[in-house]
């Protein structure tokens, strides 16, 4: 896609400028703040507004509060770690259009920084309710996008206020952008993308999309379940997500038609009836009782040697449960390989960057997406309202 006119040519010496994060953030039991990427990888704009001399009213969502004030979605935990990134502090507002965040606008000095409460506090937040975003538009002068993570969104904040103020792309959603383009059209071939991941339904649309766009397409995780059963595997007490089996023929005719290779687990890490460790079953047929959970050494292998060749590589939903020590080896063992293997390596998806981190096979990656949902639309080609509407440099 074409790049967006950039925060950089905007010209924001004592304006007030509007900034959509995505500070919807991974908390502990306590609410403070878990993972701090997408707050940090909006430091970048947020700096340079501040030495530009902007006045910077910066604009989130946190959860799902469902449009009615919840104590446990506040921003507060949230505005105490980015004060400190920031090194001075964010003072939050405690509405969002009210009369705290009007007075807190007013306050403000050029190079500062207000934060106002959850914008999905409001029910026309998410309803792009067009009084709303009016009122929220007449807080600033000028709009920065930087929530990549919420672009898929047509909300208030997202649609609303930008169609009512002169809009610029902020340094992250231009990464982004960079970034997550080649995936859609002009990857360097060969093209692997590998898949794994819980929900079979929610996967199907993105997965389709790869057909005629990668030469390989690796399939794993929970995701591989309804393919293998179609083939006659005998999965045991397997959870398998049901009615998907005209879907799984027609995938593989639309496949052979656009010339993807697919590829599917040959073996598969198990739990046994009783529990205990995991264990390997050489092929696809389980024992009574017995629950899949990572895909087998066969598995790994014959994954291994697909990206070994490959230039481009994109990796969404872990290959078994990797939660779980006796289900990681697989996501665990692929990465490390791919971490040895020269191309363009990215993932994208909420628990795919989580879970290799986590595995410490982060490094398999030269770009890791801010985005969940988002990525995954962008990168199946999708027009992202939140993106849609901002103008072309
Ligand atoms: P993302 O959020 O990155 O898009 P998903 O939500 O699709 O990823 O998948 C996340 C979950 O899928 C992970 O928590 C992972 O452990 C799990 N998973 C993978 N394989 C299995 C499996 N066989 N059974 C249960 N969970 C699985
Ligand atoms: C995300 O975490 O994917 C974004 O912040 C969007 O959140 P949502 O799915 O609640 O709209
Ligand atoms: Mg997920």
Partial sequence: MPGKRSVTEASVKGRRVLVRVDFNVPQHPDGSVADDRRIVEALPTLKHLEAAGAKTILLSHLGR???RRDPKFSLRPVVHRLSAL???PVPLADDIVGIHAIEGVTRLASGGFLMLENLRFHPGEESNDPAFAAQL???????VEEAFGAVHRAHASTVGVPKRLPSYAGLLVEKEIRALTPLVHGAEKPYVAMMGGAKVADKLPLLA????RVDTLLIGGALAFPFLAADGANLGATGVELGLEGVVQEFRDAA???GTALQFPTDLVYEPADGGDGVVATGTDLPAGAKAFDIGPATRASFLKALAGSKTVFWNGPLGLAEDPRFAAGTREVLAGLAGIPGFHVSAGGDSARVAEALGVGGAFQFVSTGGGAALEFVQGAALPGLVVLPDA
């Fill in 137 to 143: 538009a007449r807080l600033g002068d000028l709009f």
């Fill in 86 to 88: 920031l090194g001075q």
């Fill in 256 to 258: 052979r038609s656009a």
């Fill in 209 to 212: 999309s790869f057909l005629g």
């Fill in 65 to 67: 509060p469902d449009g």
